[in-house]
């Protein structure tokens, strides 16, 4: 019988944990929907402290790292936020390598290294990782919508390699992964079919049917994008980007 009230502590000390968690989670997700990105990122911030393997907050750490290094115009300030999204998606997959979103995480921070890596091995290094796992997020989720774009825009990004950036690649055992603007355009299609709201994706989709001389296709992606609710900090901006590219076409 001595040992029931600890048992006892050791359950409502895990009840009061998993409590915190869910309370914080509920927050930051509140924050977001505020686009406090700032308070959010606390939030999922103190989750992911408290419990190292909970993919939710580590894929959100992940985001907002990604997003905030993506504003910068400093290599050394993007290199903080991309160093610290390459941890926590690091984390993510370490908690639980067979999930789409572990893998999605791993291949969103592995496209923003490819920015602020200096040694032409180590860009094609996280080239080619980038790509690997979104293909693999997407073999074990084909409907993530974000996985989805990873990979279209990932595609997208390689056809628009400067000559000096493909010429280096070549010197390299391998050389670059093949791509292509039809997968850019399919991948990016099937991410907004299952996220209507994505406004990155949008403009996007928008660029690479500029790409393809599509305009009336471009036309129609960037009408629907100039109407999307604002669902993150950057919507303002993209959205402000499409309603120029609009200009240039009508």
């Not at 291949?107 to 796992?133: G, P, S, W």
């Not at 990873?150 to 690649?169: D, F, I, P, R």
Request: glycine share 2%.
């Amino acid at each position: 019988m001595k040992y029931i009230p600890v048992i006892l502590f050791f359950i409502c000390s895990n009840a009061l944990h998993a409590q915190d968690i869910n309370i914080l989670l509920k927050e930051a997700s509140n924050y977001e929907k505020q686009l406090n990105e700032t308070e959010a990122y606390k939030k999922y911030a103190a989750v992911a402290e408290l419990d190292a393997k909970n993919l939710t907050a580590l894929v959100k750490c992940t985001e907002i790292n990604c997003a905030i290094g993506a504003r910068q115009k400093e290599d050394n300030a993007k290199a903080v936020y991309y160093n610290a999204a390459q941890t926590f998606a690091q984390k993510a997959y370490a908690a639980d390598s067979n999930t789409a979103d572990a893998n999605y995480v791993m291949a969103l921070a592995a496209a923003k290294m490819t920015e602020i890596a200096e040694e032409n091995k180590q860009i094609l290094a996280f080239v080619r990782d980038a790509k690997k796992y979104a293909i693999k997020a997407l073999q074990l989720n084909p409907n993530h919508a974000k996985a989805n774009y990873t990979l279209g825009k990932w595609h997208y990004e390689m056809v628009n390699l400067s000559w000096v950036k493909k010429a280096a690649a070549k010197t390299i055992k391998g050389g670059l992964p093949k791509a292509d603007i039809d997968s850019a355009v399919y991948y990016m299609e099937q991410c907004r079919k299952f996220d209507m709201y994505f406004a990155r994706n949008y403009l996007d989709l928008a660029k690479a049917y500029e790409y393809k001389s599509r305009p009336a296709l471009e036309l129609d992606v960037l009408n629907k994008l100039v109407k999307l609710p604002n669902r993150t900090p950057d919507d303002v901006a993209l959205k402000e980007e499409g309603k120029k590219m609009l200009q240039t076409i009508r």
